[in-house]
């Protein structure tokens, strides 16, 4: 069985960073294709950033290209997600989720585990 576990939010004035965790157990990280989502409070999921851990390519949302970073560490079976210039509109709780194959990565429903989130505020 599949568990996500996300670490590594809180509390930031707009123009810090972070860096947000997702340890996984139950699967092997270098074989699945990862995805951070984030939803703010009357908002839907969307999402922020997708990578294939066998080779390191990732995808990110416009609205964080340039500011977010992902990697991932196969060996710790963890994923990080690295976030600088943080916006106030940055707020929301941080997901993370292994993405079913041959499904489109933008997508949370191509997406069946999932983490308990992490929050993230953001003050302006």
């Known amino acids: 069985q599949v568990q996500l576990v996300e670490s590594g939010g809180g509390l930031v004035q707009a123009g810090g960073s972070l860096t947000l965790s997702c340890t996984a157990s139950?699967?092997?990280?270098?074989?699945?294709?990862m995805g951070w989502f984030r939803q703010a409070p009357g908002k839907e999921r969307e999402f922020v950033a997708h990578?294939?851990?066998?080779?390191?390519?990732?995808h990110y949302a416009y609205s964080v290209e340039g500011r977010f970073n992902l990697s991932t560490d196969n060996a710790k079976n963890t994923v990080y997600l690295q976030m600088n210039d943080l916006k106030p509109e940055d707020t929301g709780v941080y997901y993370c989720?292994?993405?079913?194959?041959?499904?489109?990565?933008?997508?949370?429903?191509?997406?069946?585990?999932w983490g308990q989130g992490t929050q993230v505020t953001v003050s302006s």
């Open positions: 989720a292994k993405r079913r194959s041959g499904f489109s990565f933008r997508l949370a429903s191509s997406y069946l585990s």
């Open positions: 139950g699967l092997t990280l270098r074989d699945a294709s």
């Open positions: 990578i294939l851990a066998s080779d390191g390519i990732a």
